[in-house]
Structures are given as C-alpha cells and as structure tokens.
C-alpha cells in the first residue's frame, strides 16, 4: 500500500529543522562608553570551537589594542577590546572565520 | 580624415569608372576599403565584423551600404560612449557622398525603414518609466508611496546634561508617534547603548553617557525596523502585542494583518568599567 503516494503518511506540520528554527548563534558585537570619549567593545557569542586565546591576539595586533577574555556564567567567553572596534571586528569575523553576516548583529549607536 | 585614411582622390577614380555598365561589380571594392579604414579608427570590437561585411559586399555593392548604413546607426548610439564624433561626422559625410554617386534611391528606402523600425521597438526604460508615472496619478499606494505626513518621526533632540549625561527631551513624544510603550522603547535604548538612565519629572530620558543626535538616530532606525514596521506590506500603523499564553512578543500589522513574533529586549553581555563601582555594590 506504501507504493500509492496518498497514503503515506507525510506529515506536512512536521519541524523540517531549518535555519530559521536555530537562530540563537547570533555573535552580539557591542559597544560601551566608559569616561570621556573612551570605548570598549564586547564580542559575545563566539562559537566555542574557535581558540578565543588565539583570536584575541590576532586581534590585538591587528587593531592595535588591548583587550582580554572574560568568563560569564551566562554568555560564556566574551571579548573585550579597547575602543571601537565594532566594524573592524565584524570584517575580521566575516573574512577570516567564514562567519555569515547574517549572523553577526552589531549593536550601539 | 588623415587618420581615417580617406583619400579623395580614390572617390575621384571611382567617378570614373561609374559611367560604364561595370560600375555595380567594381564599386564595392572602394566602399569595403572605405568601411574598413572607418573600422580601423574606432574600437576593436568592430574588427570583428570586418571579414564579413567584406563577404556580402563582394557579391553585390547594394549590401555593403546596406551594411554601412547599419553601422552608422550604430555609431549614433554609441556616440555618446565613445567619443568620436568626428569620426562619426566623416563617416556620414562619406555615406552621402556615396549615396549621390550611385545608389541614391535605394539608400533613402533604407533609412526610412531603419527609422520605422527604431520607432516601432520602444525602448523598455521609457515604457517603464510611462507605467509609473500612470500609475502615480491614479493610485499612489501601489506605487510605494508613503502615506503623507503621519508618520513622520520627528528628530531626537538630545543635550547634554552637566558632562556625563545626556537628556533625550522628546522619548514619549517618539513613543506615540510609533505606537509604542515609552517603556518598551527606553528598555530598548538602554539595552543597544550600554547604559543605564532615568525619566526625569518631564518625562524625558536621561542617560549615562555623551550621545549625540545622529547616534540616537541610527539607535531609533534600528527599533523602527526590528519593532515597528511590518516586514510584509513596510506599513508602520503596527501594534506590539505580549501574549499571554506563550509570553512571547508579537506584532501585528493594522494595514496588511499580518502577524510575526519579535525578539525580547536582551542587555547581553556588560562589561564591567571602573573597579570602584565594583566595590561599592
């Protein structure tokens, strides 16, 4: 009976697991302001198969700035550089991770 | 003419041999001279041409002008691309002159119907262009204009609050014109800059930090697209609504109807600035 196509039992409703359902590996590119005209950025979200050790210091040299690694409970490890970096970065993780743009939300005025 | 490498005199000996009966057979030979010379001065990409038109004008003189007449058209489009004009200029001088000697009649046949044919073939950018402009004066909306002057936000105004803050004097004004909670709005706010503020007794923002206009500008943009206007139809006459059951956020558009979910305000990560604050809390 299986041979027949109407009766298979297709269930049209059924998650298909798209990308649309696993949206949360978004990799959040923040910026803070501290005294004066001094910024920081935050890269959060990074996925953990990366060496985030090595990165940072690619990073680091490339941008000519400091930055470290911070332990969260909840974000994991985040990124910290000195200034504004956000532009520089998200080309960073574009070009040389393979990171889709889409992936990358880029927040602060 | 020089580098067209015209010679006069070469038309002065076809003159000559018009008069007998050979004239058809012999003429196109000076004429294939005289289209590949005006080849040789214009772009390579014309060379190509070249063996052929040497072939259909071998058999018969009548094609070959045929021919030259095509590419003047040519030319005519592409005088504006490339800079030729004198070229151009020669080349037609030349045709007429050709035209006199010979084959007057013939030639002005051609060129009304090449003429007829580029009248009948218009070209899609102007029909285009027609459709647009109709449908503009019969309904507007379809053509993607906006609906007049209702939602028009009106630009942040921000000063700065002693050196450290910024007051952001029209939020609640913003937040109606949008058809938002104020709330939701400075949640957002506070959420994309990184800081923290308050309302002051006339419902304006204050916030930590230096920001200027064109920052809170590019913030608001951002707001509007994600929470406010409606991904299907671009209408901004939209409603943010929680529901209850799934506590998620949803916003449905009052032009077009339709529904799609939105993403909660997250603050994210928070860098930690200034180890003294650390120290007091």
Redesign the interface.
Known sequence: MSTIQNLNSFDPFADTGDSEAQATNYIHIRIQQRNGRKTLTTVQGLPSEYDLKKILKVLKKDFACNGNLVKDEDMGEVIQLQGDQRVKVAEFLISQLQIPKKNIKIHGF | MSDLGFDPSLKKKKKKVVSTEEAPSTEGSPAVADTDDLFSGLKKKKKAKKPVEEQSSKSSPVPADLEAEFADLTLKKKKKKSVKAADVLDFEQQLEQAGIEETTPTAEEETTTVSAQELGGLPYEELLSRFFNILKENNPELAGARSGPKFRIPPPVCQREGSKKTLFANVQEIATVLQRNPEHLIQYLF?????SGSIDGEKRLVLR????PK??E??LRRYIIEYVTCKTCKSMNTVLKRESANRLHFLSCNACGSTRSVSSIKT????Q??KRKKLLI
């Open positions: 959420a994309e800059l990184g800081t930090g230096k920001f200027q920052q809170m590019s913030v994210g990560f928070q860098a600035i200034g």
